[in-house]
């Protein structure tokens, strides 16, 4: 039940985090606020390595793949999904990157040979169904059709993440702390990149008002990459990435305690946490 518990904490910490620097996006204008949560990230995570594993390798051909891995997430996804979002809206956008699931689930059968049993590709679809249902608000704004390729382009993405953490750390014998903090390392600089070049933002620091939700935000970054790249060295990824992208269902739980003036809670929302929790219900139940 451990990699259980950890995919279900990574949830709630991206949750929490992605709450705290809407607080910081709702207080003032911070073009510069992702890359200071990811540069948090950064910092907890290798921190932490060095506090508990301080004697482990760094410099070694097999931690390439998380340099990759931080290259593709968040940097191309984040380009993906802001282009998604601003031809379709977040509604559109957000409901076909979480799909990320099912993806996960048919990469994980191809490429890993894993084979899930009934009731976790039961659950699987569940909580696909259940995460479309959370982020659908029923918008029927027109766009182009060949824009859908975005973000269901994202979400392969994010599933390939799944996929080839659990492939460079093998069954447990990796340093996940330190495969979590290569990626995010590497996702600050090229965030950093993106944010000064390509869009053109000559660094500034935000008020401290918003900026302290932005710091904030990065230490439970940290925590919900720790939590994941632990979980995705202990189980299948079959298992696994139905938990850990289910941050939807939490933020939803939170958002009265977090944001309450700046989500709504629906029924329809209701309705499908309600489902996800079921589909993680039947993913734990099929897990053996």
């Known amino acids: 039940m451990l990699p ?8 709630v910490c991206f949750a929490i985090a992605s709450l705290l620097a809407q607080r910081g996006y709702h207080l003032a204008p911070a073009p510069w606020g992702a890359w200071i949560t990811i540069a948090g990230n950064t910092v907890f995570l290798l921190s932490a390595h060095f506090l508990l594993r301080p004697f482990a390798p760094f410099f070694i051909f097999d931690n390439l793949i998380f340099v990759v891995v931080g290259l593709l997430v968040p940097g191309v996804t984040r380009v993906l999904s802001f282009r998604g979002i601003r031809t379709m ?22 490429l890993l040979g894993e084979r899930p049993g009934p009731w976790v590709i039961a659950g699987v679809f569940v909580t696909v169904c259940g995460l479309v249902t959370v982020s659908w608000s029923g918008a029927t704004s027109s766009y182009r059709k060949t824009e859908l390729i975005f973000p269901f382009l994202c979400a392969l993405i994010f599933a390939c993440k799944d996929v080839t953490v659990r492939w460079g750390l093998g069954d447990g014998e990796g340093e996940p702390i330190l495969a979590a903090g290569i990626a995010a390392l590497t996702s600050t600089v090229e965030i950093f990149l993106i944010t000064r070049y390509l869009h053109g933002e000559k660094f500034c620091w935000p008020t401290a008002n918003a900026a302290r939700w932005f710091v904030w935000s990065g230490i439970f970054t940290g925590g919900s990459f720790l939590c994941m790249y632990v979980a995705l060295s202990m189980e299948r990824v079959t298992i696994i990435a139905p938990l850990i992208n289910s941050y939807a269902v939490f933020v939803l739980i939170l958002t009265p305690l977090i944001a309450r003036q700046i989500e709504i809670v629906t029924r329809r929302k209701v309705a499908g946490a309600a489902m996800v929790v079921a589909g993680i219900f039947m993913v734990s139940l099929g897990r053996n």
Not at 4 to 11: E, V
Not at 94 to 109: D, E, G, Q, R, Y
């Open 4 to 11: 259980i518990f950890f995919g279900i904490l990574t949830s």
């Open 89 to 110: 809206g977040s509604s559109v956008t957000s409901t076909i990157i979480n799909t990320t699931p099912m993806f996960s689930t048919v990469l994980a059968i191809l």
